[in-house]
């Protein structure tokens, strides 16, 4: 995969190949956060819906959805169900025009 972004040492430009191993490495951090406040939330979580989410899985949507095999090592790790929404990168702002087009029943959320 090729990455564009900014060299830290020579704060230019610049254009690097990385295998998805490399890639993978370089956000293990980030991904054992998202593990651990995943863990957080459903401890917090009344029973009944962790029973619904443990039967039905959790649905990633969103840029970060599209890392190939990101799904696999959450439920590796969390031990539940991870899809992929069909379009993860525009499903968040269809899910949000859907939310301010029935902002009424959302109140709770703002």
Request: glycine content about 10%; some cysteine.
């Amino acid at each position: 995969h090729s990455v564009k972004g900014r060299s830290i040492p020579r704060g230019l430009p610049e254009q690097c190949d990385l295998s998805e191993v490399e890639l993978f490495e370089a956000l293990e951090d980030d991904i054992t956060a998202i593990v651990e406040m995943i863990r957080r939330t459903l401890e917090e979580t009344p029973p009944e819906l962790v029973g619904d989410i443990c039967a039905n899985g959790i649905l990633l949507t969103g840029g970060g959805a599209l890392l190939r095999g990101l799904d696999k090592r959450l439920q590796d790790k969390i031990n539940i169900p991870f899809h992929v929404a069909d379009d993860p990168l525009h499903s968040v702002a269809k899910g949000t025009g859907v939310a301010l087009k029935n902002i009424h029943n959302f109140s709770f959320l703002m």
